[in-house]
T-cell receptor
Framework: DAMVIQNPRYQVTQFGKPVTLSCSQT?????MYWYQQKSSQAPKLLFH???????NEADTPDNFQSRRPNTSFCFLDIRSPGLGDAAMYLC??????????????FGPGTRLTVL | GDSVTQMEGPVTLSEEAFLTINCTYT??????LFWYVQYPGEGLQLLLK?????DKGSNKGFEATYRKETTSFHLEKGSVQVSDSAVYFC????????????FGQGTILTVHP
């Protein structure tokens, strides 16, 4: 009964080789978020979708892009990964419109290694 | 802007000891407050939350009370277990429409048998 699913759990890519991380949800939530978490740090919000509306954080590098083809799926594309992009990438969802819908539900994360 | 400050870690305790992890926040208005727990190699799991002043969130023996007068949301547990070893994040959610969370820096808790 997993609610927020991320694939793969571990991803290895080469410096400069594009990579896509996947997130899906069974909660039918309006809002989906992508976070980057480096070792021993708090998660850092990269961007989010409210339905189809995309919202980028001001300090998110252009190297990071996202797609949300439907309610259930959201993808994180890293166009040219650098060594500094090695991190855990967390997807989260939130209901959005429901009363009291202030809780974000996180997936298990994808650990990205850049060689 | 909003900010969350947690006590410095790491925290090391013996099993059955009392736990307190301090958390204070600054925010405009009245944010919702959360504690998330992250086990090694995993994502964040919601531990408890409170949405207004004097609310107490509780789950799995953990408690935290939303104190508006001291802008605090300290996490407590009366008797920790080895399985509680994890990283704990305090977070606030302000009134923005997209519900952005502001996280504290995280506190590593290690519980020894």
């Amino acid at each position: 009964d997993a609610m927020v699913i991320q694939n793969p759990r571990y991803q290895v890519t080469q410096f400069g080789k594009p990579v896509t991380l996947s997130c899906s949800q069974t909660l039918n939530h309006n809002v989906m978020y992508w976070y980057q978490q480096k070792s021993s740090q708090a998660p850092k919000l990269l961007f989010h979708y409210y339905d189809k509306d995309f919202n980028n954080e001001a300090d998110t590098p252009d190297n990071f892009q996202s797609r949300r083809p439907n309610t259930s799926f959201c993808f994180l594309d890293i166009r040219s990964p650098g060594l500094g992009d090695a991190a855990m990438y967390l997807c989260a969802t939130r209901a959005g419109r429901l009363a009291g819908a202030d809780t974000q539900y996180f997936g298990p994360g994808t650990r990205l290694t850049v060689l | 802007g909003d900010s969350v400050t947690q006590m410095e870690g790491p925290v090391t305790l013996s099993e059955e000891a009392f736990l307190t992890i301090n958390c204070t926040y600054t925010a405009t208005g009245y944010p919702s407050l959360f504690w998330y727990v992250q086990y090694p190699g995993e994502g964040l799991q919601l531990l408890l939350k409170a949405t207004k002043a004097d609310d107490k969130g509780s789950n799995k023996g953990f408690e935290a009370t939303y104190r508006k007068e001291t802008t605090s949301f300290h996490l407590e547990k009366g008797s920790v277990q080895v399985s509680d070893s994890a990283v704990y994040f305090c977070a606030s959610r302000g009134g923005t429409s997209y519900g952005k969370l502001t996280f504290g820096q995280g506190t590593i808790l290690t519980v020894h048998p």
